[in-house]
T-cell receptor
Framework: DAGITQSPRHKVTETGTPVTLRCHQTENHRYMYWYRQDPGHGLRLIHYSYGVKDTDKGEVSDGYSVSRSKTEDFLLTLESATSSQTSVYFC???????????FGQGTRLTVV | AQSVAQPEDQVNVAEGNPLTVKCTYSVSGNPYLFWYVQYPNRGLQFLLKYITGDNLVKGSYGFEAEFNKSQTSFHLKKPSALVSDSALYFCAVRATDSWGKLQFGAGTQVVVTP
């Protein structure tokens, strides 16, 4: 699992409510990423971070915000959840320039 | 912009037969190419990567992939498939200056029958 913990692992929430997903790493790596997985789309990048308080948008960032106040934690917030945000969310880290990304176990989010 | 295409939604193969999962890509500059596998209700597991060097890359669980620059392809292969290889396979690409951002294909479901 490369020292990545996602929480919660499963969540059901109502439309319009805010939701925060947490990604915690134990290895002090600079780069962290949030992806969502949907059938037929593979994984798509939501936001990424290249250091504490350094974040940027990915391909599908609308409706999402992130924060990284500590190296080990990267938080993804759905400001007002919608049914289109029902998905499986994966956090990833990257250990170095030429290395692959390592993924967490995912969070299955259902918005009803 | 970078993109990845996995032209087959599903590949069916009998156990013991060769397995090929196709991937083509488009990226500016030199590509970093990756294959990941996902078992049901699990995260993505890294299989192999091409950064530079030999065009034939060997990875985990007996998988290999061949980088073909002229055809912009990076097909995943296994000489003899196992039932346990049944899973969802993703090809991914990133540009060298892209902050490590990965562009994934839609995925190919591999079904290996006994």
């Amino acid at each position: 699992d490369a020292g990545i913990t996602q929480s919660p692992r499963h969540k059901v929430t109502e439309t319009g409510t805010p939701v925060t997903l947490r990604c915690h790493q134990t290895e002090n790596h600079r780069y962290m990423y949030w992806y969502r997985q949907d059938p037929g789309h593979g994984l798509r990048l939501i936001h990424y971070s290249y250091g504490v308080k350094d974040t940027d948008k990915g391909e599908v960032s609308d409706g999402y915000s992130v924060s990284r106040s500590k190296t080990e934690d990267f938080l993804l917030t759905l400001e007002s959840a919608t049914s289109s945000q029902t998905s499986v969310y994966f956090c990833a880290i990257r250990r170095g320039e030429d290395t692959e990304a390592f993924f967490g176990q995912g969070t299955r989010l259902t918005v009803v | 912009a970078q993109s990845v295409a996995q032209p087959e939604d599903q590949v069916n193969v009998a156990e013991g037969n060769p397995l090929t999962v196709k991937c083509t890509y488009s990226v500016s500059g030199n590509p970093y190419l990756f294959w990941y596998v996902q078992y049901p209700n699990r995260g993505l597991q890294f299989l192999l990567k091409y950064i530079t060097g030999d065009n034939l890359v060997k990875g985990s669980y007996g998988f290999e992939a061949e980088f073909n620059k002229s055809q912009t392809s990076f097909h995943l292969k296994k000489p003899s498939a196992l039932v346990s290889d049944s899973a969802l396979y993703f090809c991914a690409v990133r540009a060298t200056d892209s902050w490590g951002k990965l562009q994934f294909g839609a995925g190919t479901q591999v079904v290996v029958t006994p």
